[in-house]
């Protein structure tokens, strides 16, 4: 009975769940960034119980997620593509007060409310840094003086581009001409492009704004902000920031839930909103470019029974023009998809006029196409999913993956193959193959055939509803500690290996972390354990270095579990000082003989 994954050599770890980090026999892990972690040389040593909104804007922010590592030439004058040398790009999802500030919880919040200042260190706390990283003798290290370190928050001037750019229902008091806007929310997943950019995606906006939108005198905007579920309870953020209150400023939510454009070598540029990509949960967006092709990006909306997306370029992406390829994002087609019950699948177009996408249905134009993509997506029959996360292609095989975290509220009725299981707990992973050879499919054609490639949970489940399905070939393919849940997060490593991220293993008595995979082979679909959080903590953004030597790899939210942590020092992760709370961070892996993580 043989229970390894290939070409995977690691020695896997067990299941476990306390307050440390765990790693395979043979590996170390750089504590790289934390929350608070100094960009700037005038940022001095972080203080917690001293931090302003002033502070945090020149501090590595909070709840590290989606990780870009974009190459800087090494120092030995080395080409594009090192792997010592780099801006680690990671985005800063959401905060969680409770864990931030000293003495706040409930009872805090509830009698002395969310003070101005608390909202303004949040809102410099979320968003994007920008970090020049190295890898020295002792390990990995930020510069902390580089020029290219960048803060982008919910207060960095943005641009609005694409099909809904300039709209009405994005104008405001603040920006008449639907154009501009102040800072990105809710960053989760995201993307990187060849020209250089990297893309974030803007999830779960909604919980940013408060108000009740059953208040709100249009029709259509009464059901656009219910659908991102704002509510009157959501935090109090538009107490102290108007725009935050859709009483007052009722279009501010439609400037948010974009993919966003980051140039990360240019300090000075100015982020783009890329309205072509639809509006909704973003999980991230993922490019395919083939030269001389149109540009293919996929992505998910995290949300239950929400869809899986692709974009089309209108131009072909143009090796070395890279003057024009920044311009790919912004015009093209929309698609959503259709998984059918045998085993074939199609992209739906979501054009204005095309189809249900008519002023009968209360459509005026692509742009409300766009800012309503959901509402699209489910009229012109797109297969609603168990909320939709990373969706990536492997470089090697050129397939296309689909992470289903979960979804509670599918019924029996409800189910279908591509969503087999009601009140999907566990979550699955689907494979989606576009036409063509393997290692050269075309990514454009809308229509594919898809597989379940795993279905998240225990093998050995007492319950066949949530029973665990892995591998093909091979009888007992996965280890007892080789199971997962909810995958979240994927990223391929250059062999052509599969990394999952986890989100809720802790439902199952265990941490979240990595699991490594092959695709393709005896060992397809194998989970090898390779890393665990922290308790409290998922695991998010893994990326590797294009030489495979080292995983990046976000813990977020350690040591949460609702009350408020800050007094419990067992839980002080990753710095067990009595000085300071728990601490998401960034982690750079590699093994100790310098060889290919994985290998
Ligand atoms: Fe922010 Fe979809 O996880
Ligand atoms: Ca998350
Ligand atoms: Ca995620
Ligand atoms: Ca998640």
Not at 53 to 58: P, S
Not at 141 to 162: A, E, K, W
Not at 406 to 433: C, D, F, Q, W
Not at 559 to 583: C, E, I, K, N, V
Request: hydrophobic residues 35%.
């Amino acid at each position: 009975r043989r229970v390894h994954s290939g070409n995977l050599g690691f020695a896997e770890i067990p299941h476990t769940l306390d307050a440390q980090h765990h790693l395979p026999e043979g590996y170390r892990a750089d504590i790289l960034l934390r929350w608070g972690d100094p960009l700037t040389t005038d940022a001095g040593k972080f203080a917690p119980t001293a931090l302003s909104a002033q502070e945090q804007r020149q501090r590595f922010g909070y709840n590290n997620d989606f990780i870009a590592f974009m190459p800087l030439p090494g120092e030995a004058g080395g080409a594009a593509g090192d792997s010592t040398r780099g801006l680690l790009c990671v985005n800063h999802e959401y905060t969680q007060p409770h864990l931030m500030f000293p003495g706040y919880d409930d009872e805090y919040a509830a009698t002395r409310g969310v003070s101005a200042e608390h909202v303004a260190i949040e809102q410099e706390a979320c968003g994007h840094s920008i970090v020049e990283v190295e890898k020295t003798a002792k390990g990995w290290r930020p510069v902390v003086d580089s020029p290219f370190n960048r803060r982008i928050t919910l207060h960095t001037t943005m641009d609005i581009i694409g099909p809904a750019a300039g709209d009405p229902r994005l104008q405001t008091a603040a920006d008449p001409s639907g154009t501009r806007v102040l800072g990105t929310v809710g960053n989760c997943a995201g993307g990187k492009t060849p020209w250089g950019t990297v893309l974030i995606a803007e999830e779960g906006f909604g919980g940013a704004f408060q108000g009740d939108p059953g208040a709100i005198a249009d029709p259509v905007e009464r059901l656009n902000h219910a659908a991102f579920a704002i509510a009157p309870h959501n935090r109090n953020w538009g107490d102290h920031d108007r725009r935050f209150d859709i009483g007052i400023e009722p279009r501010e939510p439609n400037r948010f839930g974009w993919m966003v454009e980051i140039d990360p070598y240019d300090p000075h540029s100015r982020p783009r909103k890329l309205t072509s990509l639809g509006r909704f949960q973003h999980e991230g967006f993922t490019l395919v470019c083939k030269p001389h092709q149109p540009a293919v990006a996929y992505g998910g909306d995290d949300d239950e029974d929400q869809f899986v997306y692709r974009f089309v370029s209108a131009e072909n992406y143009r090796p070395g023009n890279d003057t024009r390829n920044r311009n790919l994002l912004a015009a093209g087609v929309l698609y959503v998809a259709r998984f059918s019950d045998d085993g074939t699948g199609a992209w739906l177009p979501l054009v204005f006029g095309e189809g249900p996408l008519t002023p009968q249905n209360g459509f005026r134009n692509q742009a409300d196409v766009l800012i309503d993509a959901r509402r699209a997506a489910a009229l012109v029959g797109a297969t609603p999913m168990d909320r939709p996360e990373d969706v990536e292609t492997n470089p090697v095989n050129d397939c296309t993956y689909v992470m289903l975290t979960k979804n509670k509220s599918r019924t029996a009725g409800e189910t279908n193959a591509a969503n087999p299981r009601p009140r999907n707990v566990a979550g699955h992973v689907l494979e989606i193959v576009p036409p063509g050879e393997d290692g050269n499919r075309d990514h454009t054609s809308n229509d594919f055939r898809w597989y379940t490639f795993l279905l998240g949970g225990n093998p050995n489940a007492e319950d066949p509803r949530e029973r665990g399905a892995y591998g093909e070939e091979v009888i007992g393919a996965v280890s007892p500690h080789g199971w997962l849940a909810n995958p979240d997060n994927v990223a391929f490593d250059p062999g052509g290996n599969m990394w999952i991220a986890t989100d809720g293993c802790e439902r199952f008595g265990f941490h979240d972390g990595l699991w490594a995979m092959a695709t393709e082979g005896e060992f397809r679909a194998a989970p090898r354990h390779f890393f665990g959080c922290p308790r409290g903590a998922e695991a998010c953004g893994p990326e590797f270095t294009p030489d495979g030597t080292t995983l990046f790899i976000s813990v977020q939210h350690p040591a949460d579990g609702g009350r408020s942590t800050f007094d419990r020092p067992m839980h002080r992760w990753p710095d067990y000082d009595p000085a300071l709370p728990p601490r998401p961070a960034v982690l750079a892996i590699r093994r100790e003989d310098g060889g290919v993580v994985g290998s």
